[in-house]
């Protein structure tokens, strides 16, 4: 009658960080708190794996972006493995750039780091970019061309060879749950560009 039991307090810890992390902070032109996007990411990554340490990852995946705490302090809290997880969907920094002068630069990075990861990393990776695809094609279909002026940089054509490129990266995915519905949004949210 009653439910399996399974340790989940590595993963509920990792939660709790990233609950504390983004406390108070809203998603960006959702009027949601920002912590539903990396439950939802965890929640994607579900659809692969049970594996603590990959969901923990998924929960966690925009504290070191996002927030004052760095790859150190997760690695501190949740080892060496979450960290990297963690570091390999953390965007990086480039040089004096504002964020709309190195978005190319940032994106063709993130596509290619992507492409070299392991399956694990890809699949922590998907539960992100999939979530964030929900989130953009949700806009599309209530604001229209508006969605682009949400953006660092405003040309839907750039968004288009930026989410292909993922979606190339993450090939090795094919036929699985998530990266179908990734792919299906793409074509969706960038046919006619």
Do not use: C
């Not at 439910?3 to 959702?30: M, P």
């Amino acid at each position: 009658m009653g439910e399996k039991k399974i340790d989940t307090s590595f993963l509920d810890k990792a939660i709790s960080f990233a609950v504390k992390a983004h406390s108070g902070v809203e998603r960006r032109g959702k009027a949601f708190p920002y912590i539903v996007h990396p439950m939802e990411a965890m929640a994607i990554v579900a659809t692969y794996t049970n594996d603590q340490e990959m969901l923990a990852a998924a929960a966690l995946h925009d504290v070191v972006e996002d927030t004052e705490y760095t790859e150190d302090d997760i690695r501190k809290e949740f080892g060496d493995r979450v960290a990297k997880l963690v570091a390999s969907e953390s965007d990086i920094v480039v040089g004096n750039k504002s964020e709309s002068e190195s978005w190319a630069e940032r994106k063709k990075f993130a596509i290619d780091r992507l492409k070299k990861l392991d399956r694990d990393g890809k699949i922590v990776a998907i539960g992100d970019k999939l979530s964030n695809a929900r989130a953009m094609l949700q806009d599309y279909e209530s604001i229209g061309e508006e969605l682009w002026n949400k953006f660092h940089v405003t040309d839907p054509k750039l968004h288009k060879w930026h989410y292909e490129g993922l979606r190339d990266s993450l090939d090795e995915l094919k036929g699985s749950f998530a990266y179908e519905e990734f792919s299906e949004i793409i074509n969706k949210l960038f046919a006619k560009y």
